[in-house]
Nanobody, 123 residues
Framework: QVQLIESGGGLVQAGGSLRLSCAAS????????MGWFRQAPGKGREFVGY????????FYADSVKGRFTISRDDAKNTVYLQMNSLEPEDTAVYYC????????????????WGQGTQVTVSS
């Protein structure tokens, strides 16, 4: 069974940085797409970006492109979301998710989710 555990959230000032981690277990993930999503208060869950495990292809939402970077560490079976130049609008609960659909951007193709980690950006 796939298990995803996020960590690294917290409170940061605007312009600051945070790195979120997603520790994955229960599968061999080399054919998975690992996505990051976020959900702000009162809003729906939105796509942030993904990394396709086997070839390291990444893709980002326009709202975070150039500020956020997704990477992976094979030895630790962990995916990272490096967030720079954070803005108050980035405040949300951030979720890691795994999909067996290659290069997946839609919520519906992710069937394994972490519990989420809170990121709060103060102005």
């Amino acid at each position: 069974q796939v298990q995803l555990i996020e960590s690294g959230g917290g409170l940061v000032q605007a312009g600051g940085s945070l790195r979120l981690s997603c520790a994955a277990s229960g599968r061999t993930f080399n054919k998975y797409t690992m996505g990051w999503f976020r959900q702000a208060p009162g809003k729906g869950r939105e796509f942030v970006g993904y990394i396709f495990w086997s070839d390291r292809t990444t893709f980002y939402a326009d709202s975070v492109k150039g500020r956020f970077t997704i990477s992976r560490d094979d030895a630790k079976n962990t995916v990272y979301l490096q967030m720079n130049s954070l803005e108050p609008e980035d405040t949300a609960v951030y979720y890691c998710a795994a999909s067996q659909v290659n290069y997946c951007v839609g919520l519906g193709c992710y069937d394994n989710w972490g519990q989420g980690t809170q990121v709060t950006v103060s102005s």
